[in-house]
């Protein structure tokens, strides 16, 4: 089955340290995503790739970090920068840019401090 | 003020009834308009893909944009209790790419 895998489900963050939140497509899509999702904010685009070894700041950037070094895999990285990590992550995929095809989403990644 | 305005509810329905969400929003070059069903943490489901104005249907689901009234519905008729959920309305402009969403609705159907 295809599909965006997130991992892992729940991740705790100690003061001052990165932590790395893990999405793998097998779906064959150009195009990344990684949103942040607080309650009644919706979601918000942290960062974006349209191709491989390339990617973009979203409306949200500051303290996190991504690479793209794969195509099917966009890693995200909440940096001790970011000083209100806690919130649920979401990353998605499409075919890129002008496809005109929808978002598709993984299950998330809940992230709270210690 | 937001890009994309939802009521957050909660909506609450009899098993049965139709219901109704809609999203408001301020950009015209929104072309893309779509719906996401979001059950307690999980990711987001794709419901409903639209573009430009206009009516589209699929099973109990029916989704209309008035792009001159910058509104845009969902309805969702017979409801179930498994249609309990958030329900995000998204869009974008002409590139189909970065996705603009609204706040969520929760939504509770009761038996």
């Known amino acids: 089955d295809g599909g965006i895998t997130q991992s892992p489900k729940y991740l705790f963050r100690k003061e001052g340290q990165n932590v790395t939140l893990s999405c793998e497509q097998n779906?064959?899509?150009?195009?990344m995503y990684w949103y942040r999702q607080d309650p009644g904010q919706g979601l918000r685009l942290i960062y974006y790739?349209?191709?491989?070894?390339?990617?973009q700041k979203g409306d949200i950037a500051e303290g996190y970090s991504v690479s793209r070094e794969k195509k099917e895999s966009f890693p995200l990285t909440v940096t001790s920068a970011q000083k209100n990590p806690t919130a649920f992550y979401l990353c998605?995929?499409?075919?890129?840019?002008?496809?005109?095809?929808?978002?598709?989403f993984g299950d998330g990644t809940r992230l709270s401090i210690l | 003020q937001k890009e994309v305005e939802q009521d957050p509810g909660p909506l609450s329905v009899p098993e049965g009834a139709i219901v109704s969400l809609n999203c408001t929003y301020s950009?015209?070059?929104?072309?893309?308009f779509m719906w996401y069903r979001q059950y307690s943490r999980k990711g987001p489901e794709l419901l409903m893909y639209?573009?430009?104005?206009g009516n589209k249907e699929d099973g109990r689901f029916t989704a209309q944009v008035d792009k001159s009234s910058k509104y845009i519905s969902l309805f969702i008729r017979d409801s179930q209790p498994s249609d309990s959920a958030t329900y995000l309305c998204?869009?974008?402009?002409?590139?189909?790419?970065?996705?603009?969403f609204g706040g969520g609705t929760r939504v509770l159907v009761k038996p």
């Open positions: 639209t573009y430009s104005s």
């Open positions: 779906l064959n899509h150009d195009a």
């Open positions: 998605a995929s499409n075919r890129g840019q002008g496809s005109g095809q929808p978002q598709h």
């Open positions: 998204a869009m974008s402009g002409a590139a189909g790419n970065k996705l603009t």
């Open positions: 790739s349209q191709i491989v070894n390339d990617f």
């Open positions: 950009n015209s070059a929104f072309q893309y």
